[in-house]
């Protein structure tokens, strides 16, 4: 299938050390530069300048400072004072408070006890100002351990924080049961990773169904429901599910990620329905673009016109 085999081989682009050295050089380095469609930027302060222009046109954000399958402890406690002054930054910009991250970034490859302290630190400094940080999902050999973590955490008392789930695994709704349960703030997605089949559904069809079926369960049962998805054909089915149920449109949110369908963005914001923008930055973009890429071949398009019209 075109959908699984382009995700297969983006996935394969984006362990190239040759791309990634080229698509850093070339990706940023400009105002006009190809990688900014979907990357707000390297550093913080273009961020936060990003996340000024969503709060303009009426959208909340999410900033997600890039970084993910760290290696070694240092590059993890490094991303975790990084996160932390990425929070500092953030409280005295004066924008809105949020934030995702990814687990393996805080070192969970390497040791997850080491993980779960760097994100306890971050919470500390998170929580007193009033953030919500968000835990993403990353591919399916860690869906356990994510889950188990964050659960860890709101038995102790951590209420700011929330986890995502995948649609494309089998095993989500289940686990969605578990989060509505226990009252935690789901994220629902597709799923960006390529899976194996033992894992997940691998027509497009059945991770749509999936899709409805569990963001259905979230706007009755679940808390802070985010929908996240540029799909048309789901938003427009959630919307019209939240109506004949009567659920409020404040009872939950949209979420899509920066530079993708900024026109249904303008347009959920304008028929008054809660939208969220999330904004990627930082120096390790790589991975997130070419997953981006992989979700939707004609962005290569967009990607070689931009090459080509970059020069020296
Ligand atoms: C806020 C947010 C947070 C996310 N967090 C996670 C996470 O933690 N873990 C995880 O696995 N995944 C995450 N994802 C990614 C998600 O799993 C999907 O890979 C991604 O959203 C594409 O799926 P879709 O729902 O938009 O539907 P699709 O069926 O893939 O796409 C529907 C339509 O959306 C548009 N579209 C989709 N992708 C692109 C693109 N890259 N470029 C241009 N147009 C596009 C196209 O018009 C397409 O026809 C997140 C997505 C969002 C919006």
């Known amino acids: 299938m075109l959908d699984s085999a382009s995700k297969a081989f983006f996935h394969l682009l984006a362990q190239s050390k040759i791309l990634k050295t080229l698509g850093s050089r070339y990706g940023m380095r400009r105002k006009t530069s190809f990688a900014r469609r979907f990357i707000a930027g390297e550093d913080i ?3 936060i300048e990003a996340a000024r222009e969503v ?4 959208l909340m954000h999410t900033l997600d400072l890039l970084g993910e399958s760290v290696a070694s402890l240092d590059e993890a406690y490094a991303a975790t004072r990084q996160y932390v002054e990425v929070v500092d930054a953030i409280a005295k910009s004066g924008i809105g408070r949020g934030i995702s991250l990814k687990l393996t970034q805080l070192g969970l490859d390497v040791d997850k006890a080491t ?3 760097n994100l ?6 998170a929580e007193p100002a009033e953030f919500f940080v968000r835990v993403d999902m990353e591919n399916s050999p860690y869906t356990d351990v994510t889950l188990e973590i964050f659960e860890t955490l709101w038995e102790h008392g951590h209420r700011s924080i929330g986890v995502v789930l995948q649609s494309a695994l089998y095993r989500s709704e289940k686990d969605l049961a578990r989060m509505n349960a226990i009252g935690a703030s789901v994220r629902l997605v597709k799923g960006a990773y390529k899976e194996p089949k033992t894992v ?6 059945d ?6 079926r569990m963001a259905k369960a979230m706007l009755v049962e679940g808390r802070h429901p985010a929908i996240a998805t540029h799909d048309v054909a789901m938003i427009d089915a959630i919307k019209q599910f939240a109506r004949e149920e009567h659920i409020a449109p404040d009872r939950f949110e949209f979420q899509m990620l920066y ?9 959920l914001v304008k028929d008054g329905y809660r939208t969220r923008v999330y904004i990627p930055f930082g120096r390790e973009w790589f991975p997130y673009f070419m997953r981006r890429l ?3 071949p004609a962005n290569v398009l967009f990607v070689a016109r931009g090459i080509l019209g970059e020069g020296d």
């Open 294 to 296: 992989g979700e939707r």
């Open 259 to 267: 530079g993708i369908r900024r026109d249904l963005q303008a347009r």
């Open 115 to 117: 993980a779960v302290d």
């Open 55 to 58: 709060e303009a046109r009426g």
């Open 207 to 212: 991770v749509d169904a999936a899709y409805l």
């Open 120 to 125: 306890r630190r971050i919470l500390e400094r």
């Open 45 to 47: 302060h273009e961020a």
């Open 200 to 205: 997940a559904y691998q027509r497009k069809a």
